[in-house]
């Protein structure tokens, strides 16, 4: 079975380098002005809107348009530690085979007017000498804005049912950070449902309420401890000028997990702004203090939390995007334990000829563990970093082709948590 793979992949990688090279000169002109600009072999749909302004397409259309997408990917996979264990490691090759469907109307790109928008896709991961291990994942992204006079309201529903260990995952939960949940370890099956309400509400010129109802439960088919969390916030905003907005407020929530005596309330003091000086750079935060209180009554917590991103486009052809957060979140395999998990991520991305696009990402994760009653010692800290460099060429307005290579590693206090991976692999896709 590998050398058929290899031998229809080397014909592909072929064909695609020839119609890239003699198709440049031809269709420059083309792929500038094309309202088809997002990347295809990007996986999540907010990449595939700064991959549309990268390639120099529009990012804009007109407000009322209908908008469908479909797209066909392909990759082959090479993974050298399929089951991300930390000794007797499992190597493999895999194709993914991912079919996705965008359908949009309204302002689907830049999100400032009505809009109603669906993103779903399988992906069926297909192994070479492991059938055991065939899987087929699904995320599916439902989300909607309506503005009356005064009023803005929104939703969002996510759904993602997948596998831990691939990397090329489209996501829009936080349950899986590049295809791997740290807490709980090795290759796992999660499904993550998650809804989003949202209302704004104008109090004069300058000023306006903002509000947020959150639904999440995070289901471990394995039989880890599944969890739901239920949480609200309500901010008042104030345009301090007509590029920067500050707001204060609050947030409340409960988490339910499906142990005994092991809920817990939070509740945050928050500040938060959004700056947008030039065209080229704009940057957004939260940051504030989490109060947290356990049904055994045991003790409280107190920690700082946060949530920043930034993004900076300094030339044509050129992006850079900085991510990072602060939170506690409850532990799904160690009993009685919370965490908090610090992120950083980092994503630079270069347009080269009009058609190639270079990227690198990179980021780091650390949980520090807690118990959440006074008898329970916690002594688990984990550190994880990734990075993934990648080349994908547009070689017509339908066909993409591209390589990446990632390389994840974990240590942690607990030596069965830790692990190290890397993945090679080649990818195509056909967009309609």
Not at 154 to 175: C, K, R, W, Y
Not at 248 to 274: H, M
Not at 387 to 405: K, V, Y
Request: proline share 2%; glycine share 8%.
């Amino acid at each position: 079975m590998f050398e058929v793979r290899l031998s229809i992949w080397s014909a592909l990688c072929a064909i695609s380098l020839v119609f890239a090279l003699s198709a440049t000169a031809q269709m420059v002109q083309i792929l500038t002005s094309s309202a088809q600009g997002r990347d295809a072999v990007d996986q999540s749909l907010q990449a595939q809107r700064d991959e549309q302004a990268l390639i120099g397409a529009p990012v804009s259309e007109s407000v009322r348009r209908f908008h469908y997408e479909l797209t066909i990917q392909v990759a082959e996979i090479y993974d050298d530690n399929v089951t991300l264990a930390s000794n007797n490691r499992v190597h493999d090759f895999y194709t993914r085979i991912g079919p996705a469907l965008t359908l949009g109307f309204g302002d689907t790109i830049v999100h400032e007017e009505n809009f109603l928008e669906l993103y779903y896709e399988p992906d069926f991961l297909i192994f070479a000498d492991h059938s055991n291990f065939d899987a087929v994942e699904q995320v599916a992204h439902l989300a909607g804005q309506y503005h009356f006079s005064r009023l803005t309201v929104g939703v969002v529903e996510n759904i993602q049912l997948a596998e831990t260990g691939d990397s090329q995952l489209p996501g829009f939960t936080g349950t899986i950070v590049h295809g791997v949940n740290i807490d709980t370890g090795g290759r796992r099956r999660i499904n993550t449902y998650a809804t989003h309400l949202s209302a704004a509400y104008e109090l004069t010129g300058k000023t306006f309420l903002s509000s947020a109802g959150d639904y999440a439960l995070i289901n471990y088919p394995s039989g880890l401890t599944d969890s739901q969390r239920i949480s609200g916030n309500l901010f008042l905003n104030y345009q301090y000028s007509p590029k920067l907005v500050v707001a204060a407020g609050g947030t409340g929530g409960r988490d339910v997990l499906n142990q005994a005596n092991s809920n817990q309330n939070f509740e945050q003091a928050n500040l938060r702004a959004s700056y947008d000086p030039t065209g080229k750079l704009n940057a957004s935060g939260l940051v504030g203090l989490e109060f947290r209180q356990f049904d055994t009554g045991s003790h409280d917590s107190v920690t700082p939390v946060l949530d920043l991103s930034a993004s900076y486009k300094p030339f044509d052809g050129t992006s850079i995007s900085i991510d990072a957060s602060r939170g506690t979140q409850t532990s799904a395999a160690l009993l009685g334990q919370d965490y908090t998990s610090t992120q950083f991520q980092a994503t630079a991305k270069q347009r080269l000829l009009q058609r190639v696009v270079l990227s690198l990402t990179a980021g780091y994760q650390n949980l520090d563990y807690f118990g959440a009653d006074t008898h329970t010692v916690a002594s688990r800290e984990d550190n994880y970093y990734f990075i993934q460099p990648a080349i994908d060429i547009r070689i017509t307005n339908f066909w993409f082709a591209g390589a990446f290579f990632v390389h994840r590693e974990n240590t942690s206090t607990f030596s069965n948590f830790g692990f190290n991976d890397t993945q090679v692999g080649i990818r195509t896709a056909l967009k309609f």
